[in-house]
C-alpha cells in the first residue's frame, strides 16, 4: 500500500459541519462564531455558561520523554486517545496548542498531529488558522512601537534605552532579527538602539494569552508587563505608556479559544501555542477548561519531554488555574530510546535493542519525575514502522519492571482504533483514584531555591550555577517584590542538562543560569539557561523547500 502523507490523508478527510462536533459536547449554533464552515471561535456568554456550569470531567495530560528533532507523537498520541476514547464509549474532547509558522516552515512541520490521529483541517491550522498569532504578533509590536515613539517624543517616562527588555517578535524562524539595530537614519527616525526579535510564541504575550481567564484578566495582565526600566532602575510598565486598552482590543478575537475535529469528527479545542523550551508549553486555561466542561475525559498536552512542558504545566499552568490532574500519559518511541542509547540520529531506523535497553534510562526518569506531582502515569509506546518486535519485546519487559501501566499505541497507523487499548487502560488507571496533585515546589521559597528543585529534583543535576550577571537579576527581582513566582526554565529539550548533545539520564552536572527576568504579566519568572535561543533559526534545508500548491489550491510538502 503506498504510504500517505498527512496532509492527503486530512485531506480525504470526511469533515462535519463545525455546529454538528460541538452539539457532540452540548454546544449550540449560537455559542460558536464560525470562521467558515470546520472552524468556529467559542462566543464569551458560550464561556461563561458552560463554566458555571462547574461540571469537570477528568484531566489526561500527554507528555514524553526527551525527544529527536522529530517529535515523539504527544499531538498524535492527544488525538489518538481522544479518537479512542469516543470509540469506547467515553465523552472526550482534545485541547492542543496552535502551530506556529517556525517550525512549519522548519524542521518540525506543523501540530496538527499526523496519520489517522490529526486535527483538520490541517492546512488552516498549520497556516493562518483563525489569525491569533497575527494578532498576537501585532499586539506585541505594538508596544515595541510605543516605547521607541515615547523616546522619539521626549522620553517623559526616562525610560533608560540600555534596559529595555521588551523585545519585537515575528512568527518565523530568522536568526537574522536575533540582534538588529533600529532608528538607524536622520533625526526625525527615532534614537538608534540595539533591539532583539524573537519568536511570538516565545513571547509573554503568547503567555499571557494562555494564561487569561478573560478579557479583564488579559488586560490587567498586560497593563503589569514590563518593558524596560527607568534612569533611577525603576520598572516602567505597559500601563505606564497608557496602551493596555489598545494592547487587548488587538487580541479580543485571539483570546476566544478555537474549535476544530479530529479525523474522527471529535471535538478539538486548538488555542495559544508557547514553545515548552523558551516558554511554559502549555495551551490555553480556557481551552483547556472548556474541554474538562463540556467532556467527561479531557486530554491535553504540553511541549517537548516531561521535564520541560510537563513540569510548566503542573507548576505554572495547573498551579494557577486550580487544576488537577488525573493522570499522565508519556509518550515513548523506541527511536528516541535509541539515541538516548548512543546511537546516532541517522541510524535510528535500524534495530539495536542493547541501545534500547541503555536508552530506557530516559524514560525511567521521566516517569520517575512524574510520580513527584502525586499524578499516576502510563506509558503509550507510540509504535513507528521502523519498530521491530525484538525492540517492542524489550521495552514492554522494561516497563513492566518500573510498575506502571503500558500500552502499545498505533493510532498513528489505525487512528482512534489503535489508541483503544490506551484508552481503555487510562480509563482503569484513573477509576483507581489514586491521584493527589501537588506542585514541585512553593512558589514563595526564594528564586534560587526554587530553580534548584527544579534542577535536583527533574533534572537531576548537582545545582543551579547563577552567572554575576543572573545573581544581580535576582536580587533585583527579590528588592521590587517579583520574586514570590513560579519559574519557568528555558533550556534545550534534548537534555536533562543544558547541553544539547547529553543524551539519556545523566547525572554528576550543572546548569548554568544566564538571564533571569520577570514575566510580570504571565505572572512567572523566566530563567535563561546558555546556549537557547528565542529566535530559532532555519536549518540548512528547511521544510519549506519541499512544499507546493498548484493552481487548483492543493497544498502538497505540509506535515
Ligand atoms: N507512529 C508514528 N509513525 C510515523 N510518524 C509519526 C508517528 N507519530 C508521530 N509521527 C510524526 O512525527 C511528527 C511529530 O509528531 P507530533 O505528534 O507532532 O509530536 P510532538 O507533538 O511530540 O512534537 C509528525 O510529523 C507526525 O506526523
Ligand atoms: O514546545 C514544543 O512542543 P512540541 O513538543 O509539540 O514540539
Given amino acids: 500500500m503506498a504510504f500517505k502523507t498527512d496532509i492527503q490523508i486530512a485531506d480525504e478527510a470526511t469533515?462535519?459541519?463545525?455546529?454538528?462536533?460541538?452539539?457532540?459536547?452540548?454546544?449550540?449554533?449560537?455559542?460558536?462564531?464560525?470562521?467558515?464552515?470546520?472552524?468556529?471561535?467559542?462566543?464569551?456568554?458560550?464561556?461563561?455558561?458552560?463554566?458555571?456550569?462547574?461540571?469537570?470531567?477528568?484531566?489526561?495530560?500527554?507528555?514524553?520523554?526527551?525527544?529527536?528533532p522529530a517529535g515523539e507523537g504527544k499531538s498524535t498520541v492527544s488525538i489518538g486517545l481522544t479518537q479512542g476514547l469516543n470509540r469506547i464509549?467515553?465523552?472526550?474532547?482534545?485541547?492542543?496548542?496552535?502551530?506556529?509558522?517556525?517550525?512549519?516552515?522548519?524542521?518540525?512541520?506543523?501540530?496538527?498531529?499526523?496519520?489517522?490521529?490529526?486535527?483538520?483541517?490541517?492546512?488552516?491550522?498549520?497556516?493562518?488558522?483563525?489569525?491569533?498569532?497575527?494578532?498576537?504578533?501585532?499586539?506585541?509590536?505594538?508596544?515595541?512601537?510605543?516605547?521607541?515613539?515615547?523616546?522619539?517624543?521626549?522620553?517623559?517616562?526616562?525610560?533608560?534605552?540600555?534596559?529595555?527588555?521588551?523585545?519585537?517578535?515575528?512568527?518565523m524562524n530568522d536568526r537574522s532579527l536575533r540582534n538588529v539595530v533600529i532608528s538607524l537614519g536622520k533625526k526625525a527616525d527615532g534614537f538608534p538602539r540595539e533591539d532583539h526579535f524573537m519568536i511570538t510564541v516565545a513571547s509573554e504575550i503568547m503567555a499571557v494569552l494562555c494564561l487569561s481567564e478573560n478579557i479583564e484578566d488579559l488586560k490587567n495582565r498586560i497593563a503589569r508587563m514590563i518593558i524596560g526600566y527607568n534612569l533611577d532602575g525603576e520598572p516602567v510598565t505597559v500601563a505606564d505608556l497608557e496602551i493596555q486598552g489598545a494592547v487587548a482590543m488587538l487580541l479580543k478575537d485571539a483570546l476566544k479559544p478555537n474549535m476544530v475535529q479530529t479525523l474522527e469528527n471529535t471535538p478539538a479545542f486548538i488555542h495559544g501555542g508557547p514553545f515548552a523550551n523558551i516558554a511554559h508549553g502549555c495551551n490555553s486555561i480556557l481551552a483547556t477548561k472548556l474541554a474538562l466542561n463540556t467532556s467527561d475525559y479531557a486530554v491535553t498536552e504540553a511541549g517537548f519531554g516531561a521535564d520541560l512542558g510537563a513540569e510548566k504545566f503542573m507548576d505554572i499552568k495547573c498551579r494557577m488555574a486550580g487544576l488537577s490532574p488525573d493522570a499522565v500519559v508519556i509518550v515513548a518511541t523506541i527511536k528516541a530510546l535509541k539515541m538516548h542509547g548512543g546511537v546516532d540520529k541517522k541510524e535510528l531506523k535500524t534495530e539495536n535493542v542493547e541501545a534500547l535497553e541503555k536508552g530506557f534510562a530516559n524514560l525511567r526518569r521521566h516517569v520517575e519525575n512524574i510520580k513527584k506531582f502525586g499524578v499516576p502515569a502510563i506509558i503509550a509506546i507510540n509504535r513507528f514502522a521502523d519498530d521491530t518486535e525484538a525492540e517492542i519485546a524489550k521495552l514492554e519487559e522494561l516497563c513492566k519492571e518500573l510498575g506502571v501501566r503500558i500500552s502499545l499505541c498505533e493510532c498513528f497507523a489505525k487512528g482512534g482504533e489503535g489508541a483503544e487499548d490506551l484508552a481503555k487502560q487510562v480509563v482503569e488507571l484513573i477509576d483507581e483514584d489514586s491521584a493527589n496533585f501537588k506542585p514541585l515546589y512553593d512558589e514563595n521559597d526564594s528564586i534560587t531555591d526554587k530553580v534548584n528543585t527544579i534542577v535536583t529534583e527533574i533534572y537531576r543535576g548537582r545545582q543551579a550555577k547563577f552567572t554575576t550577571a543572573a545573581k544581580k537579576q535576582v536580587k533585583k527581582l527579590e528588592e521590587l517584590g517579583l520574586d514570590k513566582l513560579p519559574i519557568c526554565v528555558a533550556k534545550t529539550q534534548f537534555s536533562f542538562t543544558d547541553d544539547k548533545n547529553i543524551m539519556g539520564a545523566p547525572t554528576d552536572f550543572d546548569i548554568e543560569i544566564q538571564d533571569v527576568r520577570v514575566s510580570a504579566g504571565a505572572g512567572f519568572i523566566v530563567v535563561q539557561t546558555s546556549n537557547i535561543m528565542v529566535m530559532p533559526g532555519l536549518p540548512k534545508v528547511p521544510a519549506a523547500n519541499k512544499m507546493d500548491i498548484d493552481n487548483d489550491g492543493v497544498i502538497t510538502g505540509l506535515f
Fill in 15 to 68: 469533515m462535519l459541519p463545525i455546529e454538528e462536533v460541538a452539539a457532540k459536547i452540548g454546544l449550540e449554533k449560537d455559542d460558536l462564531e464560525n470562521y467558515g464552515k470546520y472552524k468556529a471561535k467559542i462566543s464569551w456568554d458560550a464561556i461563561k455558561k458552560i463554566d458555571e456550569k462547574n461540571e469537570y470531567g477528568k484531566l489526561i495530560l500527554v507528555s514524553a520523554i526527551s525527544p529527536t
Fill in 89 to 171: 464509549g467515553k465523552k472526550s474532547a482534545v485541547a492542543l496548542r496552535e502551530p506556529s509558522l517556525g517550525p512549519v516552515f522548519g524542521v518540525k512541520g506543523g501540530a496538527a498531529g499526523g496519520g489517522y490521529s490529526q486535527v483538520v483541517p490541517m492546512e488552516d491550522i498549520n497556516l493562518h488558522f483563525t489569525g491569533d498569532l497575527h494578532a498576537m504578533t501585532a499586539a506585541n509590536n505594538l508596544i515595541s512601537a510605543c516605547i521607541d515613539n515615547h523616546i522619539h517624543q521626549g522620553n517623559a517616562l526616562r525610560i533608560d534605552c540600555r534596559q529595555i527588555t521588551w523585545k519585537r517578535v515575528l512568527d
